[in-house]
């Protein structure tokens, strides 16, 4: 391969953006089943699961495009942008798996509004990271919006996670459960994921 084999700027964020929009997909369909858990079966989950399944393993081909990256700094930028991604879609794995654990259980009496916000802000996020993208590539001035939107929706899910635990300790007396547990854990991975489109939605605007 040589210098002529390269992508540039342009090819860098599209290829950055059908990432996005796949996690995007999936956080969709994890998002679904966090805000509506009553109107969703657990047969019901297992479907969307193997869609989330087929969404990550789709995803290991949309890093190819990392072999024809630049040797300079945009190469190392990008490189930078990618692991966040990646960190991202182990959260997902993560996550899929701890909802398969608690099965039929209902775990929204508890976590109230909270954990309907925090799961509709991470998506809201991946829309605006997906949009700054676009906004990149075209160079427009909107970009510097749409990167404030992923910071301040960060900001959002870190506020309404300290809301979830005061909401958790107050309704069990501070003796938490298999159930409360797992969920801890959901929201603990969920706000990871938050941060991650954080960092890398400073990195791709400074592509």
């Not at 084999?5 to 990432?19: A, N, P, S, Y």
């Not at 999936?26 to 479907?47: R, V, Y």
């Not at 899910?157 to 979830?164: C, M």
């Amino acid at each position: 391969m040589t210098e002529s084999d390269d992508i540039g700027r342009t090819q860098i964020l599209e290829h950055l953006r059908v990432i996005i929009d796949k996690q995007a997909t999936i956080s969709e369909l994890i998002n679904s089943k966090l805000c509506c858990p009553d109107s969703t079966s657990f047969q019901e989950w297992i479907e969307k699961r193997q869609k989330i399944s087929r969404q990550l393993k789709g995803l290991v081909e949309a890093y190819k495009f990392s072999a024809r990256l630049p040797q300079n700094d945009l190469g190392i930028t990008t490189q930078a942008a990618m692991s966040y991604l990646l960190k991202i879609q182990c959260s997902f794995a993560h996550v899929s798996a701890l909802i398969d654990m608690v099965r039929n259980d209902n775990f929204n009496e508890i976590y109230m509004d909270s954990l309907t916000n925090i799961a509709q802000k991470v998506n809201e996020q991946f829309l605006a990271l997906s949009n700054l993208a676009k906004l990149c590539k075209e160079e427009s001035e909107s970009a510097a919006s749409a990167l404030e939107t992923v910071r301040r929706l960060e900001r959002e899910v870190d506020e309404d996670n300290i809301v979830i635990c005061r909401q958790i300790s107050t309704a069990t007396g501070g003796n938490s459960d298999f159930l409360c547990y797992m969920m801890r854990k959901i929201v603990s991975d969920l706000e990871h994921i938050s941060d991650y489109l954080k960092e890398s939605a400073v990195i791709i605007a400074e592509i």
